[in-house]
């Protein structure tokens, strides 16, 4: 049984950081994409950022780019994005998702498995 468990949200000030953990359970953890999307009330699941765990090759949506960094920690089957110079419009719930069968990391409908979601809130 797959579960991927989030971890990391809370409260910030703008300006401020907040690291996200995703760490992943019965799961071929090497061998695909795994992503960070977020959704803020009323709008559209969004996808922040990938990582494909096998080679290491990371992706960002334009929001973001210079902000976050996405990582991995193969040992441990956990994947990390840290947010710094968070904006009020970077609150929303994240969430972490896994085993990409389409093209487009971007994509909420290409993944296979979701994490719970973890509520990150930046106030101005």
């Known amino acids: 049984q797959v579960q991927l468990v989030e971890s990391g949200g809370g409260s910030v000030q703008a300006g401020g950081s907040l690291r996200l953990s995703c760490a992943a359970s019965?799961?071929?953890?090497?061998?695909?994409?795994m992503a960070w999307f977020r959704q803020a009330p009323g709008k559209e699941r969004e996808g922040v950022a990938a990582?494909?765990?096998?080679?290491?090759?990371?992706y960002y949506a334009d929001s973001v780019k210079g902000r976050f960094t996405i990582s991995q920690d193969n040992a441990k089957n956990t994947v990390y994005l840290q947010m710094n110079s968070l904006k009020p419009e970077d609150t929303a719930m994240y969430y972490c998702?896994?085993?990409?069968?389409?093209?487009?990391?971007?994509?909420?409908?290409?993944?296979?498995?979701w994490g719970q979601g973890t509520q990150v809130t930046v106030s101005s």
């Open positions: 019965g799961y071929t953890y090497s061998s695909n994409c």
């Open positions: 998702a896994a085993d990409l069968r389409s093209d487009g990391w971007w994509f909420p409908s290409g993944y296979n498995y």
């Open positions: 990582i494909y765990t096998g080679g290491g090759s990371t």
